[in-house]
Each structure stands twice: as structure tokens, then as C-alpha cells.
């Protein structure tokens, strides 16, 4: 097995807290994936869409990962907070994160959450996917500053492009 690059279908074993299937000559390998990770992973929280959100992002990263973030905000505080994406499972467990963060919260707290926050919080990534955390916070900061961008006028979110 090559230990430089990681199998999409390794990738999803690491998530359940699976061995891949090794030779009888290789020593095992142990993934360090947090429970929170797996929780999210297989079963995200407030995945889904807010059919006319006050703040909308869709970004795609580096790796192919995509993710859409719609908040629906009132008095400047983040209500309601959904994500969809097309990732990996590290990429669902970040923007879960992200949104349950967000929710609650005013919209000058929320754009203090960061890459390390998320991290934490899921009690840690691999290295190799520390830029799931990173997507998951452009995308959330792109919608809040949709929102801030087309402010508290509503008739304005009825004419955002998607």
C-alpha cells in the first residue's frame, strides 16, 4: 500500500474506525479519527437547505470538495444554519460543525469561528484533510457576508443567483 496517498474507500473505513485490509506482511496502521468525527460524518447534523436564506455561499475547494451554506438571520443573529456538500465525510463533519457553531450566535461571533475552532472541536482532523475545516469557514463567512452585502432589505434574497 502506498502510504502517500489515501483511497477514497481507506478514507470511509478511517471514518468507521475500520482496518483496511492488509497483507500478512504489513504492520496494522492505527487512523486516530474522534468519535465526533465518525457521529458527524455518518449522520450530519443540520445538513439540508432554508428554501429563501438571508445569506448564501457556495464554495468549492482545492480538493473538489464543494459545500453550500444558507443562514437565516434575524436582528443580526444566526437562527437558523444548514450546509449541504459534495465531499467527503471529513468535509460533512466540518460543515456540521460549522453550522452548530454559527447557530446562535450574532453575526460578528460567528465570523470569529475558524479552521482551528472546528478542529478542536471534532477533536482533531487528519493533516491531510485540516482543509475540510477551512472550507467549511470560507463557505460560512461568504454567507454572512451575503448577508451583509444585501442587508436587511428581504426583497433583495429573492434575486440571489445559485
Known sequence: MDTGTVKEEDIYRMIANQEPEKE???????????????RRALDP???????????????????GDSMEVFL?????????ARFDTLGCGFTLACGSMAMEMAEGETVSDAMQIDARKITLALGGLPGTHEHCAELAVETLKKAIN??????????KKLYRNR
Open 146 to 155: 451575503d448577508y451583509l452585502f444585501r442587508g436587511n432589505e428581504s426583497w
Open 72 to 80: 437565516a438571520i434575524q436582528d443580526r443573529r444566526i437562527r437558523e
Open 24 to 38: 500478512a506482511t504489513q504492520e496494522p496502521e492505527h487512523y486516530l479519527v474522534s468519535r465526533e468525527v465518525q
Open 45 to 63: 447534523p443540520l445538513l439540508g437547505e432554508i428554501s429563501v436564506p438571508d445569506g448564501y455561499a457556495h464554495v468549492t475547494g482545492d480538493c
